[in-house]
T-cell receptor, first 117, second 115 residues
Framework: GNSVTQMEGPVTLSEEAFLTINCTYT??????LFWYVQYPGEGLQLLLK?????DKGSNKGFEATYRKETTSFHLEKGSVQVSDSAVYFC????????????????FGQGTILTVHP | GAGVSQSPRYKVAKRGQDVALRCDPI?????LFWYQQALGQGPEFLTY????????KSGLPSDRFFAERPEGSVSTLKIQRTQQEDSAVYLC?????????????FGSGTRLTVV
């Protein structure tokens, strides 16, 4: 079956530090990959996505590259801010499964990020 | 409305009680999903509707869980005879139906605590 594994958290960084959150996946077929972010008290929000191998998703200074050879989609940001403190989820969906794909997401367990001033 | 609305925001139920959780999706969104998020875990898929049709209920953990979307808009997730292991945040998401899982909007969830 499909699964997503994220690095264990929590992650605590100082402002302006470099961030990496590792994500690897197992999937049958050709998945699309996502990072979602959950700020305190809010719903999940799509942060970035990549739909095929070697695609790079980017948003708000965050980046992730779809690496088929290593089945990975690591999230990076060069300089984090206090406002980036949140829970980050890596997720996948099968892009096309014989016409039955409808976007059901499989999530990792989440990584809590805390950024201190 | 502008987003996906879920109610109640918090629910405390005594073990054995029945509960009903409501989801108001974005107007016109064809696809509607329910996910269960246990404490410290990622969301897990429960069920999927396309308009009023429930096309996938493979994630419902037991026959105590039931979901409906009778008119293709508002959806209700019902849990009968709640158990402590049902304690979780229940998330609803809607989509216009674009392929590949893009275009989701999640609600803020209902936090269910069974005591």
């Amino acid at each position: 079956g499909n699964s997503v594994t994220q690095m264990e958290g929590p992650v605590t960084l100082s402002e302006e530090a470099f961030l990496t959150i590792n994500c690897t996946y197992t999937a049958t077929g050709y998945p699309s990959l996502f990072w979602y972010v959950q700020y305190p008290g809010e719903g999940l929000q799509l942060l970035l996505k990549a739909t095929k191998a070697d695609d790079k998703g980017s948003n708000k200074g965050f980046e992730a590259t779809y690496r088929k050879e290593t089945t990975s989609f690591h999230l990076e940001k060069g300089s984090v801010q206090v406002s980036d403190s949140a829970v980050y989820f890596c997720a996948l969906t099968l892009a096309n499964a014989g016409g039955t794909s409808y976007g059901k997401l499989t999530f990792g367990q989440g990584t809590i990020l805390t950024v201190h001033p | 409305g502008a987003g996906v609305s879920q109610s109640p925001r918090y629910k405390v139920a005594k073990r054995g009680q029945d509960v009903a959780l409501r989801c108001d999706p974005i107007s016109g969104h064809v696809s509607l999903f329910w996910y269960q998020q246990a404490l410290g875990q990622g969301p897990e898929f429960l069920t999927y509707f396309q308009n009023e049709a429930q096309l996938d209920k493979s994630g419902l953990p037991s026959d105590r869980f039931f979901a409906e979307r009778p008119e293709g808009s508002v959806s209700t997730l019902k849990i009968q005879r709640t158990q402590q292991e049902d304690s979780a945040v229940y998330l609803c998401a809607s989509s216009s139906g674009q392929p590949g899982g893009v275009g989701y909007t999640f609600g803020s969830g209902t936090r269910l605590t069974v005591v």
